[in-house]
């Protein structure tokens, strides 16, 4: 039974996508839309397999200020959640910063890392690390705050210090709330990425969407599109993957 309902809520998606497809690739085809405006999603595949090489040089580099960006955000978001955890007066001087910073578009502070820092690889990481910080640092304190006030008694009675209350309760009942915004942050890092190479790089998929856009080569953007996107998707399911690991016992209740 529960197998049948995996296919089916799988199977929903899947459906619904190749529907637009196929109703893209005939709109396309049935109003004549010159390639150069709205290329077909057939069009697209093809010059997607096409420049696939050139794009895979890109996406390595776009990768790699993905996965540190990503790694260093996931960093500093778990030592600031637990300081803000642990001292109320942290906690109280920090929140409203990290509110407020969200308020701040991401696009206007891009350009002031490319002025300060260059157009290397360094200023695209600090974009990552800005777009991936704030949903890790808010579902790990929600998460840490949600806990069970009868569980931390219980422990603390028992004479269980600090640590060992962190690392047997807090920690355990936090990490579907971490999982929860580690899975939003993996689909933002690509895009923060792309954003900072967008603003200005020499290599990377966001490179090589702004050159392909400026050319008028749409089929080339749509491509650049796609991998950005099974880039993106590639590292969600990491992530899923690494959860079903870490709290199987999540999933089972679910």
């Known amino acids: 039974m529960k197998k049948s309902k ?9 459906f619904f996508i190749s529907l637009l497809l196929v109703l893209w690739e005939l709109i396309v085809r049935w109003t004549s839309v010159p390639e150069w405006i709205l290329p077909g999603p057939l069009q697209i595949l ?9 794009m895979l040089k890109h996406a390595k580099i776009t990768m790699f200020e993905c996965l540190v960006g990503f790694a260093a955000a996931i960093i500093l978001a778990f030592i600031i959640a637990l300081l803000m955890d642990e001292l ?9 910063l990290l509110i407020t910073s969200q308020t701040v578009p991401i696009v206007s502070v891009a350009p002031l890392f490319i002025i300060w820092f260059g ?19 808010i579902s790990l304190l929600g998460g840490l705050a949600a806990v069970d006030n009868d569980y ?19 920690l ?5 709330s971490f999982f929860s915004g580690l899975k939003i942050s993996a689909t933002y890092s690509v ?39 099974i880039l ?18 999540h999933r089972l209740n679910d």
């Open 6 to 14: 995996s296919i089916a809520d799988s199977g929903a998606p899947l």
């Open 46 to 54: 093809k010059t997607f397999g096409e420049t696939l090489p050139v």
């Open 88 to 96: 109320p007066l942290v906690r109280k001087a920090l929140y409203p």
């Open 119 to 137: 157009y290397g690889i360094f200023p695209k990481i600090l974009v990552v690390v800005l777009v991936c910080f704030f949903p890790v640092v």
């Open 152 to 170: 931390l008694e219980l422990f603390r009675s028992m004479g269980a210090s600090k640590m060992a209350i962190f690392r047997m309760v807090k």
């Open 172 to 176: 355990p009942l936090a990490l579907p």
């Open 191 to 229: 895009m923060g990425a792309v954003i900072g190479e967008w603003l200005g790089a020499k290599e990377g998929l966001g490179n090589y969407l702004t050159l392909s856009q400026r050319s008028f080569m749409v089929d080339r953007v749509f491509a650049a599109i796609l991998a950005i996107t």
């Open 232 to 249: 993106s998707l590639m590292l969600f399911a990491v992530i899923v993957s690494v959860e079903r690991l870490a709290i199987p016992w």
